[in-house]
């Protein structure tokens, strides 16, 4: 088998997000007074950690005056309302049951903070994932490969046979610097186009389409 292991970012990868985030980042914006965003607007906005997310969703981002208190507020919001909207993507847990049944190692990495990791990965994917790293004092959000090589130390996973699958330009530089492959899929947060444009070993429209990629 040429992969003995995966890493699967989270938000827009295996877990359908964006309603949960987008109701958190306009909670506080409206609040504050301030303008809110679409879905879309939003799922530009996502995928390098959640100061940057609010940095691109709050005007003047970290110029505000208010950021730092809009920032903590969001932070102390999302957490207990990060399962309300938020679902696994069609597909995605029989696809994890599978590499389960060929001994394949399944890990989680992402921006979100570490507690929210661990918490949503325990919530959806019971008994599935041997390792859920998040953005952790210490450790440098993606694209640095910081989590990347801690899930494989926590996991026992040889790099060169690890797959990292996810769904926008900083998972594609993120395996990159990690030094392992990667795969993106469509169905998450980034178009096409954009990732057309990525290292990667192919684009997939469909989880199942993952398992062709294994053997």
């Known amino acids: 088998m040429k992969y003995e292991a995966i890493l699967f970012d989270m938000d827009g990868t295996i877990l359908d997000t964006l309603?949960?985030?987008?109701?958190?980042?306009n909670?506080?914006?409206?609040?504050?007074?301030?303008?809110?965003?679409?879905?879309?607007e939003i799922r530009s906005f996502v995928?390098?950690?959640?100061?940057?997310?609010?940095?691109r969703a709050v005007p003047g981002g970290a110029g505000h005056p208010d950021f730092d208190r809009m920032f903590k507020e969001y932070q102390e919001?999302?957490?207990?309302?990060?399962?309300?909207?938020?679902?696994?993507?069609d597909g995605i847990l029989n696809v994890m049951d599978e590499c389960s049944r060929r001994g394949i190692k399944l890990g989680i990495v992402s921006n979100k903070q570490q507690p929210a990791v661990k918490e949503l990965a325990e919530y959806y994917f019971p008994d599935r994932v041997m390792a859920a790293v998040g953005d952790a004092e210490g450790r440098e959000v993606k694209p640095a490969?910081?989590?990347?090589?801690?899930?494989?130390?926590?996991?026992?996973?040889?790099?060169?046979?690890?797959?990292?699958?996810?769904?926008?330009?900083?998972?594609?530089?993120?395996?990159?610097?990690?030094?392992?492959?990667?795969?993106?899929?469509?169905?998450g947060f980034r178009g096409r186009?954009?990732?057309?444009?990525?290292?990667?070993?192919?684009?997939?429209?469909?989880?199942e389409e993952i398992l062709s990629y294994l053997s």
């Open 19 to 25: 309603e949960d985030l987008t109701d958190a980042v």
């Open 27 to 40: 909670h506080v914006l409206k609040g504050n007074g301030e303008p809110v965003h679409t879905m879309d």
């Open 47 to 55: 995928g390098n950690g959640m100061k940057k997310l609010m940095e």
């Open 77 to 89: 919001y999302y957490p207990p309302h990060s399962r309300i909207k938020t679902k696994p993507y």
């Open 145 to 187: 490969p910081d989590a990347c090589m801690e899930a494989m130390k926590q996991m026992g996973a040889d790099p060169d046979k690890t797959l990292y699958i996810g769904d926008s330009d900083v998972d594609a530089l993120t395996a990159q610097n990690s030094g392992i492959d990667c795969l993106l899929v469509t169905w």
């Open 193 to 207: 186009e954009l990732l057309e444009k990525q290292t990667c070993i192919g684009l997939i429209d469909r989880p």
